[in-house]
């Protein structure tokens, strides 16, 4: 008898041979009673489900949430008071690439936490950008069309990109930021993430705050230029799974100083610029970042396709204490992830055991495919809501604090009376002679191929942000392309201009 264990079939009964399959004699044919057979390439024909429609490529890891400051005036979260420790799970992306894309490319990248809380789990699905392309969700598709392939070339269009930017000029800051040094961080550990939106703190005495949350990396910002990218991705394509499983598989921990930033729900109004634009940051001279604790990733999971592939963040999660802001964008988020993981991993993709809360669970949700756990109303009997079975009952204290809203229902223009162009500019002048350089070459690069008009149109927006902007990535585009004022195109590929 062997020490090892008995191989079997999914139904438990031992498997006798694992190398040859049932044949009418030596040379065949197969016999379709071979059930062992079938059941291996009936399996191996669902390996794979739908990727991720967007953020395809990620790398994730374990660790924990520590909570060293006091906010507890502000929310009434268990998972953010003094002293609490929080199991987590991060998954970090890029945005436009499909689940094979390199690592190394100028991206945004995803920043998505789910926090294991005492209440239920929260996820925080932010980005390595405080700011988003577009605040209306009504436009996110088209953008993400532009980011995708065309339909006739079947690859990345530069000109669908400036084309929808050049005609967004909402897009204007996080495109900076994006063709900025931080465009391409060397791996997750090397860049700061952000809950980008603003979502809500409320306390025990019913009073709400509005707040951002910021997570500093304390590995310091490490980034590639694009030639160093290039070189790179030609060696592997894997550079930030690589770097992230190993700094967790050997002890190298990486962390993040966790902030906030926290606006009086009277203060709504007051600012120049519209709290709930995710277009825009609140700058810290208003409100000044407060340290509330420290993320750390310290374990890797056992295997990938369950614990990372499978993981399902929404914005919709949200614990007592912490919740959603008027941002259209968000709002529009809520509905958005768990559709796409019915979709992607099935009804119950919440019972998977990495998206699994882990605490008590009780709903009256039911059936339904794959559903594995029965009865989840705490009582026998109880199938329906209200009952006198003794089942699971609502609970007051987690109601949130009412809301105001007004106005009158319509379609309003979010591009009139909207200044895009004074953040953009504030960055700007953040930067050095190097990163103005850079900023320029790189939107030269990521041009080529784009016809003239498109190009004039960007440039009429980068002028408004500032005249160096403009002058700069005009020169770059002579530069790179030999490109002349209203000339009919950058040299590039037709198929990079379809
Ligand atoms: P501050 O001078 O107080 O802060 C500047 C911020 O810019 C820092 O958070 C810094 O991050 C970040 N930063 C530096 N280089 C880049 C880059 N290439 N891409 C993205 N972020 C970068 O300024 P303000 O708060 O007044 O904001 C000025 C501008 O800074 C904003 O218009 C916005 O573009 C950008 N910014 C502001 C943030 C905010 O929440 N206020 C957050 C991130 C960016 P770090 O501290 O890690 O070096
Ligand atoms: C992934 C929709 C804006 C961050 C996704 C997915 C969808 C989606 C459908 C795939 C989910 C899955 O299959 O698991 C939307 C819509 C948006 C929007 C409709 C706007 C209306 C944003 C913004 C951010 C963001 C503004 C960041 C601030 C992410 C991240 C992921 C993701 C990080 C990957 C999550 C993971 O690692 O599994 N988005 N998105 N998205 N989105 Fe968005």
Not at 13 to 38: F, H, W
Not at 339 to 360: I, S
Not at 378 to 406: F, Q, R
Request: proline share 7%; charged share 25%.
């Amino acid at each position: 008898m062997s020490d090892k264990p008995t191989l079997t079939t999914t139904a438990g009964a031992p498997l006798p041979d694992n190398q040859n399959s049932i044949t009418a004699g030596p040379r065949g044919g197969v016999m379709i009673q071979d059930y062992q057979l079938i059941e291996k390439l009936a399996h191996q024909n669902r390996e794979r489900i739908p990727e991720r429609v967007v953020h395809a490529k990620g790398w994730g890891a374990f660790g924990t949430l520590k909570i060293t400051g006091d906010i507890s005036k502000y929310t009434k979260a268990k998972c953010l008071q003094p002293g609490a420790e929080t199991p987590m799970l991060a998954r970090f992306s890029t945005v436009a690439g499909e689940l094979g894309a390199a690592d190394a490319e100028r991206d945004v990248r995803g920043f998505a936490l789910k926090f294991y809380t005492e209440d239920g789990n929260w996820d925080l699905v932010g980005n390595n950008t405080p700011v988003f392309f577009v605040r209306d969700p009504y436009k996110f598709p088209d953008f993400i069309h532009t980011q995708k392939r065309h339909p006739r070339t079947n690859l990345r269009s530069p000109k669908a990109m400036w084309d929808f930017w050049s005609l967004s000029p909402e897009s204007l800051h996080q495109v900076t930021i994006l063709m900025s040094d931080r465009g391409i961080p060397v791996d997750p550990t090397f860049m700061n993430g952000y809950g980008s939106h603003t979502y809500s703190f409320w306390n025990d005495a019913g009073e709400r705050f509005w707040v951002k949350f910021h997570f500093k990396t304390e590995q310091g910002h490490k980034h590639y230029v694009n030639e160093e990218a290039e070189k790179l991705i030609g060696k592997s394509r894997e550079t930030y799974q690589e770097a992230l499983f190993d700094k967790v598989e050997t002890g190298q921990y990486p962390r993040w100083k966790v902030q906030v930033q926290i606006m009086p729900e009277s203060d709504t109004g007051k600012t120049p610029y519209n709290p709930f634009d995710l277009t825009k940051v609140w700058p810290h001279s208003d409100y000044p970042p407060i340290d509330i604790g420290v993320m750390e990733l310290n374990r890797n999971a056992d295997n990938y396709f369950a614990e990372i592939e499978q993981a399902a963040f929404s914005p919709s999660n949200i614990v007592p204490g912490i919740s959603h802001s008027p941002d259209k964008m968000l709002q529009a988020r809520i509905f958005s992830y768990a559709d796409a993981h019915r979709y992607r991993l099935g009804t119950h993709y919440e019972a998977l055991p990495v998206n699994a809360p882990k605490c008590p669970v009780h709903h009256y949700h039911k059936d339904g495919q794959m559903n594995f756990f029965g009865q989840k109303t705490g009582a026998t009997d109880a199938y329906y809501e209200p009952n006198s079975m003794g089942g699971a009952v609502e609970d007051k204290s987690a109601m949130e604090p009412p809301l105001n809203i007004e106005g009158a229902m319509a379609r309003y223009n979010h591009r009139e009376g909207n200044d895009d162009f004074s953040q953009p500019r504030a960055l700007f002048e953040l930067f050095d002679d190097g990163q103005k350089s850079r900023l320029f070459d790189n939107i030269a690069a990521a041009m080529g191929g784009v016809p003239g008009e498109i190009i004039e149109r960007q440039l009429a927006l980068f002028k408004q942000v500032h005249p160096d902007y403009e002058a700069g990535v005009r020169a770059a585009l002579k530069e790179a392309h030999g490109y002349e004022a209203n000339a009919i195109s950058t040299p590039g590929t037709q198929s990079a201009a379809e």
